[in-house]
């Protein structure tokens, strides 16, 4: 069966360290990959997305990811974090024939300590 | 431009209740989606719908129902609320495919007692 996993599911940095989220996924044709975040008491907000070309797409807030397709992965990366970026992470995934199937992660909280 | 607006924003029901989440989008979306977000679960899909009038199962269905006559608005009811269905819905749309990126509505909290 199709699946996403997050494997961090919770982390735990000071300011202006690096980030890297990890996202994996399992599906064998081509997909279109999403990073949201949730802020606290905010709704899910798209950070950025991968459609095609360059594997490396980068997002708002300094966010960036990369596509590794032949480890079916799609990490997600910061130089320097913020206490702002405190938030809950989703990877997210879709097939690319059929919009229908829409597959989160289960998510990784980031706290941020000032 | 609104987006995608829910209604109610918070509701406590006991059980047995039933009730109706309202999901209204303006980007003239053809798919529209309902999720439920649990701690430690992320986002479960339930219903989704591919265009007015059409609807269809996610991945956790049982005790919901949903309705899209019209294009901008997707209903999801529950008929008997049960204290498992206590949680977070969001309701998302899309243009479909190919590419689906998500936009999500502000949530509803429910509580069922």
């Known amino acids: 069966a199709q699946s996403v996993s997050q494997h961090n599911h919770h982390v735990i940095l000071s300011e202006a360290a690096s980030l890297e989220l990890g996202c994996n996924y399992s599906y064998g044709g081509t997909v279109n990959l999403f990073w949201y975040v949730q802020y606290p008491g905010q709704h899910l907000q798209l950070l950025l997305k991968?459609?095609?070309?360059?594997?490396l797409v980068k997002g708002i807030k300094g966010f960036e990811a990369e596509f590794i397709k032949s480890k079916f992965s799609f990490n997600l990366r910061k130089p320097s974090v913020q206490w702002s970026d405190t938030a809950e992470y989703f990877c997210?995934?879709?097939?690319?024939?059929?919009?229908?199937?829409?597959?989160f992660g289960s998510g990784t909280r980031l706290s941020i300590r000032p | 431009n609104a987006g995608v607006t829910q209604t109610p924003k918070f509701r406590v029901l006991k059980t047995g209740q039933s009730m109706t989440l309202l999901c209204a989008q303006d980007m003239n979306h053809e798919y529209m989606y309902w999720y439920r977000q649990d701690p430690g679960m992320g986002l479960r899909l339930i219903h989704y719908?591919?265009?007015?009038?059409?609807?269809a199962k996610g991945e956790v269905p049982d005790g919901y129902n949903v309705s899209r006559l019209k294009k901008q608005n997707f209903l999801l009811g529950l008929e008997s609320a049960a204290p498992s269905q206590t949680s977070v819905y969001f309701c998302?749309?899309?243009?479909?495919?190919?590419?689906?990126?998500?936009?999500f509505g502000p949530g509803t909290r429910l509580t069922v007692l």
């Open positions: 719908s591919v265009g007015e009038g059409t609807t």
């Open positions: 997210a995934v879709t097939p690319y024939s059929s919009a229908s199937k829409i597959i």
């Open positions: 998302a749309s899309s243009l479909g495919t190919p590419y689906n990126e998500q936009f």
């Open positions: 991968y459609f095609s070309g360059d594997p």
